[in-house]
Each structure stands twice: as C-alpha cells, then as structure tokens.
C-alpha cells in the first residue's frame, strides 16, 4: 500500500493519519483484500479524508476522453472504455498506482461460467437476469468495444480490448464507481472505493465542497432512476447500483460550471472505536442486488425479498380454471387498475422478508376465486361506471381502499378468505420448486461446509438460496395463519427486480 499512499499524496488526495488502510490476502478471485480500520477513535463531524474530483478517473479527465468523444459511448459504457485504456497505458497511465491495486475483476455472477449460472443460481432471483445479462454484455463489446480496433486516429493495444478484458472492466465499473456529479458523470473514486460495505451501519458520508466558497454541497447519491432529482438531502455518496449491462445514452458534453465543486470530503457520522473496521453503505440492498452487482451477500439481510413472478400465478389459475376463466379474471383486476411489479418484459409481485405479499397479489387471487355470480356483478357494474359498485362484498376490490388508512387493515384481512390462503400454500409450493430436488436443509447442510474463502461463488449462492427459500417458509406461516400487516404496493412499478429499492 505504500505506493498507493504515495500516489494519494501527489494527486491531492489527503487520508487521515486516524485510518489505516490494511491489505490482506483475499479469497481465490482477487490477490488483496483492502479494508479501512480506525486507529484511534473517531468522532461524529470528524473529516477523515479529502478527494479532488480531478484525482478521480471519469470520462473527463482520462486521457480516453477524445476516444469516448468520437465513438460516442455514453454513460457507464465510456467509463469502461475510459478504464480500460488507462490499464492499457501500464505505467503511463496517470491512475497507474490506483489501478495497481484493483482486483482484475470483481467476482460478479457476470463472470461466471454458465454452467455455474445454471448449477448455482437456479430458482433465484438473478438465474435468468444473469444469463440475460452476459448475452447482452457480449453484445456490446461486438457493436461498440470492438470497432474502437479499427479507428485510424488511435493505437489500441488489442490485448486490453478484448471481450474478457471488457467484461472484467464492467465487473469494476459496476461495483466500483461513484456518481460524482453532472459534469463528471460517474467515475471511479480512489480512496472511496476502498471503504466496506456494511447493511444499515454507515460510518463515513461523503460530501462536495468548493474550493472558491468552501461551503458545503451534496454531490449526488449513486445511482438514481432517471427521472429523480437530487432532492437536497443528507444522503451518502453510494456506489454506481448500475444493473444494466447494456451502453448507457450518449455522453453530455456540457461545459463545466463555475460553482462546481473541486473536490469531495469523507466525514465520520457514527463514532467509530479505534481499531474497528470504517464502513461505508452501498444502500438498503437485499442479497439479490448485493450478489448482482458486488459479487457478495449478507446472512440475515433484513432487506432480503422474493419476487413471485405473475406467470406462476396464471399457471395456477389454469390448473383449476378454464383459460377462459383465467383471461376474463385477470381483465378484470387490470381495469381496476392493478398491476405487479414490471422489468423489461417481465411482471411479478414482491414477497418481502416478513413473508407478508403486496396487496395487489391478493387481490388477484380473490378475484381468480369469486363465485361466478359476484364476479359477474362486480364485471357488469366496472363496465357501466368504470368503478365497483358500492356492495360491502365488492367495494374492497377498489385500490381507494388500500390507500385508504381507516378502511386499508379491514380490507386486506377479508381478502384472506380461506382460498386465498390455500392459494398462496400452492403459490409457495410451486415457487420453491424452481431451486431443484434439493431441500432447504440440504441447502444449510451445504452452507456451513462451504467458506466464502476457498469457495466464494458457492458460499453467496448458498446465501442467497437460503435467504430466499426462508422467505417462502414465511410466506406459509403468514398463509397458514392469516396474520400480519400486508404490504401496500398499490401504483406504478418499473424499476429492475433486483435493485431493492
């Protein structure tokens, strides 16, 4: 580390005598495993470190920025060029010593083999996203890494631009970069990125700070959907939660603002005991998303869910019903303006950690199961006035009511009929199929023999199998007993199944 160290200090880059960065020996995937430990203690308000946002690779200041330019690569995707390149450089390269202590690759499901996707992942979450993601990576490289070879005005190394080089760079640029503000886009942060990831215990918080007015200002937190706005809260700089492995839009090449701040502060906002690892937090991420984008899991990760996907619903419906039945069941529940959870082409319901479902889920079920002179009441009184007619039986179906605090607890408990409970028994039967003819105990047999040293994939799939499988155990309880506060989830959603946010 003491090059590193060195290389921080030419840059600008000031770490606090108060942290001791410590490198280790990691697991079969990476040759360091670096953590940040306080040497004494730390206090609330204490600044530990500052960054000038020049000394951050970006898009901007890589000498790839021409590059990029003319090959009009936006998004994550220039920054991936942008890294490359500068590995390319070797010791030319300005970020050389920081580069130096980078893993080759983050051990991300994307880089697994895909007989490990299908031996390892099968029935979870990501089994499906994953196998999507490494066809469309591959694509990438094809339609936009690979033509970079045969630009006149560059010399590239092909050695550094191949399409295992290009997904090993995607691995760190998704666990690895920061949004660092608009002008900068996102960039890979030294120092940042060498701070943990702990569930709910962030010790540090980074900031923006003028060098012209020294007043504070919040330079963004990660990865937001598109359309959020920085709404001015105290929020932490997270790293990049980018789920797409696709080119992301064109680079905006606007001029740099006047006010921009030049560089970003790392302030202590836990007290922290000396000689205790520092954390930062990547977000409230279940083991899904952790494990997606940064390779890793946490045992009892409160912020686990299971998504149950709507085809398993309609399959059960056609096991009792007629497809007729189903169609016009199904119709209705979306004139009342009901939905699942929707990614890309795909829609499901969420079964959080509690094993409580969304609302939305139980709703369909009931209507799947009303007796056929209900539902026909409750069909023709939506086809004249477009809204349930006001009987005690029908009126619960309007999503007003779950939006409703006085009239929402009523509501759901008597959509839990007796059917509907049996419906999430066979719901949960037929979800838990889909991990193979091993049983949960064999999973958590399998689990304690394994070491997230010797055998890190298997150790995070086993995690993330179990937590999984635990949830639709809850799901049972919670269907057997009827109990519980349901979750709401009434209104759009369009967000990637693993983002847990």
């Not at 279940?286 to 309609?314: C, K, M, Q, S, W």
């Amino acid at each position: 580390m003491r090059g590193f160290n060195r290389w921080m200090k030419h840059h600008g880059i000031e770490c606090s005598d108060a942290l001791l960065l410590s490198a280790e020996n990691g697991d079969s995937s990476r040759s360091l495993s670096i953590s940040v430990k306080a040497l004494c203690d730390l206090k609330v308000g204490d600044i530990v470190a500052t960054i000038p946002k020049q000394s951050c690779l970006t898009v901007r200041t890589s000498a790839a920025s021409s590059l990029v330019e003319e090959a009009q690569l936006g998004g994550n995707l220039g920054l991936v060029v942008a890294l490359m390149y500068e590995k390319s450089l070797g010791p030319q390269s300005k970020w050389f010593q920081y580069l130096q202590i980078l893993p080759p690759f983050e051990p991300i499901p994307l880089l697994w083999s895909l007989s490990e996707i299908d031996s390892l992942l099968t029935g979870t979450e990501l089994h499906k996203i994953v196998k999507e993601d490494k066809a469309l990576v591959y694509q990438d490289w094809k339609e936009c890494i690979k033509p970079l070879l045969d630009l006149d005005s560059f010399q590239l190394n092909p050695e550094f631009f191949t399409a295992d080089e290009y997904i090993a760079a995607k691995s760190l640029v998704a666990s690895r970069s920061f949004q660092v503000d608009e002008y900068h886009g996102s960039g890979m942060v030294p120092l940042a990125d060498l701070f943990n990831h702990k569930t709910a215990a962030e010790d540090v918080h980074f900031t923006s700070v003028s060098s012209s007015s020294e007043s504070d200002t919040e330079s963004g937190n990660g990865k937001r959907d598109a359309d959020d706005e920085n709404d001015g809260d105290d929020e932490p700089i997270s790293p990049q939660l980018e789920t797409e492995f696709s080119g992301g839009s064109d680079l905006e090449l606007s001029p740099n603002s006047g006010n921009e701040s030049t560089y970003l502060e790392m302030i202590i906002v836990r007290d922290v005991k000396a000689g205790t690892e520092v954390f930062n937090t990547y977000g409230s991420l279940g083991n899904a998303a952790l494990l997606h984008r940064y390779g890793f899991t946490e045992p009892d990760n409160p912020f686990d869910i299971l998504n149950l996907d709507l085809d398993i619903v309609e399959q059960w419906s056609l096991s009792l019903f007629s497809c007729r039945h189903s169609r016009k069941r199904m119709s209705v529940w979306r004139r009342l303006e009901y939905s699942g959870c929707v990614s890309e082409d795909s829609e499901y319901f969420e079964i959080s950690y509690d094993g409580e479902p969304q609302v939305e889920l139980l709703v369909l079920l009931y209507i799947m199961l009303l007796p056929d002179e209900e539902f026909h009441e409750l069909d023709l009184a939506l086809s004249a006035t477009g809204k349930v007619k006001e009987t005690p039986s029908l009126r619960l179906l309007g999503k007003e009511r779950f939006l409703s605090a006085e009239d929402s607890e009523a509501s759901k408990k008597l959509l839990l009929t007796r059917g509907v409970r049996q419906a999430l028994l066979s719901l949960a039967d037929a979800r838990e199929s889909l991990y193979g003819p091993n049983s949960l105990d064999d999973d958590i047999k399998s689990f304690t023999e394994s070491s997230h040293i010797t055998d890190p994939k298997l150790y995070h799939s086993l995690t993330l199998r179990i937590s999984e499988r635990r949830i639709i155990e809850r799901l049972r309880s919670f269907a057997s007993s009827g109990a519980g506060i349901l979750r709401t989830a009434v209104g759009t959603r369009k967000r990637r199944r693993v983002e847990g946010t």
